[in-house]
Every structure is written in structure tokens, then in C-alpha cells.
């Protein structure tokens, strides 16, 4: 529990200074330690759920979403994840997790995260970020913030995610 919240003081506070765009990928790296692995000796899937949690929340400070929800006066919360396991990732191998926006609608920001070695996918995730204050979209987020901002065009992964 310690090593959580100095992990999210950490995100939030030092890597806040490095600024992202918006629409751009964020990449962070990470290692498979002892303590990420299962009886299997390979991260088991509650570590993938706080890696790409960890990689959200670096995504939404970096790009300064964060305060900028604030000063429309809402809050947001992740409602849905789906994910899909590819293969595995082995003790003490490298990887990287990629986070990027990749489509909104009236309610919910979309999240597309990729967990990588090299050029080949290991997971993929989708996740839905919820606007809790009725009447405020993310759209009202975007331009409030100085993005000029129009429809965009969801992925068809995302349109079938909606689905359900």
C-alpha cells in the first residue's frame, strides 16, 4: 500500500513537469519484477490492472486533462476496462506501455493502452473515463482548455466496446 501511494505521489507530482500533448502517445517503461509475478512466473493480471492504472493517471497529469476537468468544475472516473492478453511477459524483461485518448462522446473519454516488447503487443486495453457532472462533456473539457477540437473518428475496436 506504501509503495502505491508513493507511486501515484510520484506520478503526479514529478512526472507532471514533463508536459504531453493531448492527442500524442504517452510511453512508459517498466520492468517485470519478482513481486509483479504469479505461480506461473509471469506478471499476473492484477499487476497488468495497476500498470496500466499507473500509465492512465501519467497520462491525464502529463497532459494536463487533469486541471483542466478541474476548471470546468468536474471529475472524471474510469467506469469499464476491458482488456486482452496476448502473451505473457517473463521475469526481470523490459516492456513498455503506450496510453493515448483515441475518441470521446457525449459522456466518456476513450483510452487505448498498449502494453509492448519491442514491436509486439503483449496486452491491449480499452477504458472508458466517465465526466461525473451531468451537462459537461469532454468536448466542454477540450475547449476549455484551448483545443480546437471537432468530431472525431472512433476506431471500429471502440465503437464495439461502446456495445457492451
Given at each position: 500500500m506504501i509503495l502505491y501511494i508513493l507511486n501515484n505521489l510520484y506520478i503526479m507530482l514529478i512526472?507532471?513537469?514533463?508536459?504531453?500533448?493531448?492527442?500524442?502517445?504517452?510511453?512508459?517503461?517498466?520492468?517485470?519484477?519478482?513481486?509483479?509475478l504469479d505461480y506461473n512466473l509471469h506478471i499476473n493480471n492484477a499487476r497488468y490492472l495497476t500498470i496500466l492504472e499507473y500509465s492512465r493517471l501519467a497520462f491525464i497529469c502529463q497532459t494536463n486533462i487533469w486541471n483542466d476537468m478541474n476548471k470546468v468544475g468536474v471529475s472524471a472516473a474510469f467506469g469499464s476496462i476491458a482488456v486482452r492478453y496476448r502473451?505473457?511477459?517473463?521475469?526481470?524483461?523490459?516492456?513498455?506501455?503506450?496510453?493515448?485518448?483515441?475518441g470521446w462522446d457525449e459522456r466518456?473519454?476513450?483510452?487505448?493502452?498498449?502494453?509492448?516488447?519491442?514491436?509486439?503487443?503483449?496486452?491491449y486495453s480499452?477504458?472508458?473515463?466517465?465526466?461525473?457532472?451531468?451537462?459537461?462533456?469532454?468536448?466542454?473539457?477540450?475547449?476549455?482548455?484551448?483545443?480546437?477540437?471537432?468530431?472525431?473518428?472512433?476506431?471500429?475496436?471502440?465503437?464495439?466496446?461502446k456495445e457492451f
Open positions: 512526472r507532471n513537469w514533463f508536459k504531453k500533448d493531448l492527442f500524442g502517445t504517452l510511453e512508459m517503461s517498466g520492468i517485470a519484477l519478482p513481486w509483479d502473451r505473457e511477459i517473463k521475469p526481470f524483461q523490459t516492456y513498455t506501455v503506450h496510453t493515448k485518448i483515441v466518456c473519454f476513450y483510452f487505448q493502452q498498449l502494453i509492448k516488447r519491442g514491436n509486439f503487443v503483449h496486452t480499452t477504458s472508458k473515463c466517465v465526466i461525473t457532472k451531468r451537462g459537461v462533456t469532454p468536448y466542454d473539457v477540450m475547449t476549455q482548455a484551448g483545443y480546437d477540437v471537432s468530431e472525431i473518428n472512433m476506431p471500429d475496436a471502440i465503437s464495439h466496446y
